[in-house]
């Protein structure tokens, strides 16, 4: 049996005792989220009123939350094609992998979704929103968050199963009582958890200061990035692309030239920056949200770490994800400098191979553990981790130690850039979305008729990036394919149609740039959870869903991906129901 497994079980244990008592107790398996009290306890009934009540609810439900974080990223990444399950993988690993997940697979669980929402409905329903302090309304924060936390789970359940059961109130028999609820699907949930979120918008961010060594500013999901990504499914680009640029105003989100691997020439036989997975770190400005864990080897972590790094690897990049990311262009650039030095090969996001033929691995690498020669995922190694000094991990000897998992990101910078790319591009601007990729959104791009068309600035809220604080926006390709990206003329272009009379049409701009985005999303956010939702996204953007997908999931299977793409054609496959 698994781990995951065990936890699964252990935690709908846990939940019957806590329901069946009629109970919300924060404290239960909270590790670095509980609190200096042991003994809080809120009877059913209880109005939650007072600031205190709020900490410990809401600390429960992020307690909760955490359990979530390899199943979000297994199952984000193991039916995309940028991840795969291998043979030394556990059968459920596999099924998913493959998308023949049978009835007995614990990942079919779907319990532990609404564990979560039900403790939100509980707080929702007992906290006292009419608290005042100098007319301040003291609990609205939290009630915001936990609102956009049961948004979220509703929604990250949603993509799993297509349909939900819409619960709004808490409930004590919560599995007896799934049936009885009306069932959603995707776009009818999207648009209740819009309305249930827009009165939110603007409430004042939660941190609740320093615990176990992170401070919790980053804890929290921001209420602007989830309707963007509902308005997003639903092809209201207008109001997506809007959320976005709300949230990257109100928190000067830029894409930094910091976080990037570049050659320092064209001999690759050196590098001036090889830090892109730096910006994974919790502490950085580029993560923006992230589930966090704590340094005790008691309390729970996630096993993503455990099962890539490892020479009995459990998840392997795909090799046609690896093929892709080989050939992909790469344009020499001279810091400081506007010009193109020369061209090679490999964005450096996923490996750098040096011209004597030495591996520097980032996303992944091509390396031996263990005298096991193959191409393992390393991201997870260079995302925040404790260090057990005297431990060790019988089920990863590679690793020489053992290694806690301190944090999983779950939205970066990037991830609101490309997004808001995504949104503008559909929206009929697909130079200016380009430009994200390419140039960096800032005063000197889009003012720029080369890099812009100024048919496409038309005053709307979500085109303004003149003002200084995105002076230092780069292009989110400049990260991994060189410095000379935003100089390059002649390759990383939209074909025929780079000035005003160009002979291209709009349509195939946008499927062009589109087409980019969805190759930028993958270099720049593999295995962290999002790319089976993110090619679920574009399908429906180009009403091809579920051919699309199909299409490109299918190319992770060799010999057998006109097999594969042939089956992946009946949708009941994408959802575990």
């Known amino acids: 049996m698994s781990v995951m497994k065990m936890n699964i079980k252990n935690m709908k244990t846990v939940w019957g005792a806590w329901i069946c008592l009629g109970l919300f107790v924060p404290t239960a398996c909270s590790d670095m989220f509980e609190t200096d009290s042991t003994s809080v306890v809120f009877e059913s009934g209880n109005r939650l009123d007072s600031p205190n009540d709020s900490l410990y609810s809401i600390m429960g439900i992020l307690a909760q939350i955490q359990r979530l ?3 979000y990223v297994l199952m984000g990444e193991l039916r995309g094609d940028l991840m795969e399950a291998t043979a030394n993988a556990d059968v459920d ?32 329903a007992h906290m006292d929103t009419t608290l005042v302090d100098y007319e301040d309304k003291v609990m609205i924060p939290e009630f915001a968050q936990i609102k956009v936390i049961r948004a979220w789970t509703y929604w990250q359940l949603a993509l799993l199963c297509g349909e939900v059961s819409w619960i709004e109130t808490p409930v004590l028999d919560l599995e007896a009582s799934l049936k009885d609820y009306p069932q959603k699907n995707q776009e009818q949930l999207a648009e209740l958890l819009i309305e249930d979120l827009k009165p939110y918008i603007g409430v004042r961010d939660l941190n609740y200061g320093s615990v176990d060594g992170l401070n919790l500013d980053k804890v929290f999901i921001p209420v602007d990035m989830l309707l963007g990504d509902l308005y997003l499914f639903l092809n209201q680009y207008a109001d997506a692309a809007t959320a976005y640029y709300r949230l990257i105003k109100e928190r000067e989100l830029t ?20 830090m892109h997975t730096s910006g994974l770190s919790y502490a950085t400005n580029e993560v923006v949200s ?6 005790n080897p008691k309390d729970y972590h996630p096993l993503l770490l455990r099962w890539s790094y490892n020479d009995k690897a459990f998840i392997a990049p795909a090799q046609s994800f690896v093929e892709d990311m080989a050939e992909a262009l790469y344009v020499v650039g001279v810091e400081g400098k506007p010009t193109v030095s020369g061209y090679c090969d490999g964005d450096l996001r996923g490996q750098a191979v040096l011209s004597g033929g030495s591996v520097i691995a980032s996303a992944y690498g091509s390396m031996t553990l263990n005298n096991v020669a193959a191409t393992y995922i390393c991201k997870f190694s260079n995302m925040d981790k404790t260090i057990v000094t005297g431990g060790s991990d019988p089920e990863n000897e590679a690793l020489g130690g053992l290694y806690l998992q301190r944090t999983l990101p779950l939205y970066r910078v990037s991830h609101v850039y490309l997004r808001l790319a995504e949104a503008l591009n559909r929206l009929g601007k697909p130079t200016m979305a380009f430009a994200v990729l390419k140039y960096g959104l800032n005063a000197t791009t889009i003012e720029n008729p080369s890099r812009v068309k100024q048919s496409e600035r038309k005053g709307e809220i979500y085109t303004d990036f003149t003002e200084d604080i995105f002076a230092d926006n780069v292009g989110t390709a400049t990260r991994g394919r060189g410095n000379g990206i935003p100089y390059d003329n002649e390759f990383y272009i939209i074909p025929d149609f780079n000035t005003e009379t ?3 049409t709009l349509e195939d701009s946008i499927l062009f740039v589109e087409d980019r985005i969805v190759d930028e ?10 790319r089976f939702f993110d090619l679920l996204r574009v399908a429906r953007h180009r009403n091809q869903y579920p051919a699309y997908m199909a299409k490109k999931v299918s190319e992770r299977f060799g010999e057998n991906a006109e097999r594969m793409e042939q089956a992946l054609m009946e949708e009941e496959r994408w959802y575990l129901k």
């Open 521 to 530: 999303m993958a270099a720049e956010t593999c295995f962290e959870g999002n």
């Open 69 to 71: 974080g390899d199943r």
């Open 502 to 504: 160009s002979a291209g």
């Open 290 to 295: 992230s589930l966090v864990y704590s340094s």
């Open 93 to 124: 690993l596999q099924e998913i992998s493959r998308f023949e997940v049978s009835a007995s697979n614990p990942y079919k669980m779907m319990n532990d979704y609404y564990q979560v929402i039900n403790n939100c409905n509980y707080a929702i």
């Open 255 to 274: 894409v930094t030239a910091m976080y990037r691997n570049a050659w320092l020439d064209i001999s690759r036989k050196g590098f001036s920056y090889f």
